[in-house]
């Protein structure tokens, strides 16, 4: 009794040790969506990715001090940044490129320094994050690391402009058209007889004739005549 009590007990405590939601696989890919970009970014460079994996940082064994996309070294920043284009940055590990990791990355262009959020208890990402790797600083602000900044910033900018021109060209193409479209109205209006007194007789025409006229002629004639 006493043997199967423990093996129960046992059971029980190795059912209620939490398992990791996902394995550790390495970084396949990391998009970028949000702010101004019309379509998200996709990083898949294993080349670049291999720089930005989910397992490190604190809590975890390797305590480094730049991984992610974050610089740790310098702590959590005090004041939240203000004024910033944010944008949402999702790490996809296999299988199926899921996403495991989520965090915000905020920059001026004009500011060299930018920035990264851990999604806190009340965030939309809290959840996910945790089940992936508790850091034990959620719900803070970091300094970006730089060698996320020298990768993300010339690819949103890049994707941003290339955004910002095709709007332009579709605004150019869309009063092409309707130039145009007034243009047309305008000829028709300029060609349309009828806006223009035209009865659909010459103006040099002789007037119509009746019988009024008829007589006053032969009188005239007549009156030669004598």
Known sequence: MRMSLAVLLNSLLILSIPTPLVAKGKTVKITIKGADLKTPIAITDRKILANFQVWTGPGTSTADRQSLIIDWSQGPVRTAPEFLRRYQVSFHTDPNEQIVYVVYYAFSPGAEQGYVYLPGDSDEWARLNVGTIFHGVEGNW???????????RPLIEKAELTDSNQARQLLVRRETVHMTGQL??????????????????????????????ERASVKALAFTRH
Do not use: C, H
């Open 142 to 152: 970091f300094r970006a690391w730089s060698a996320w900044e020298r990768v993300a």
């Open 184 to 213: 047309s109205r305008q000829i028709s209006l300029v060609r349309d007889p009828r806006l223009n007194g035209f009865n659909g007789r010459a103006q040099s025409s002789p007037p119509s004739f009746t019988p009024y006229r």
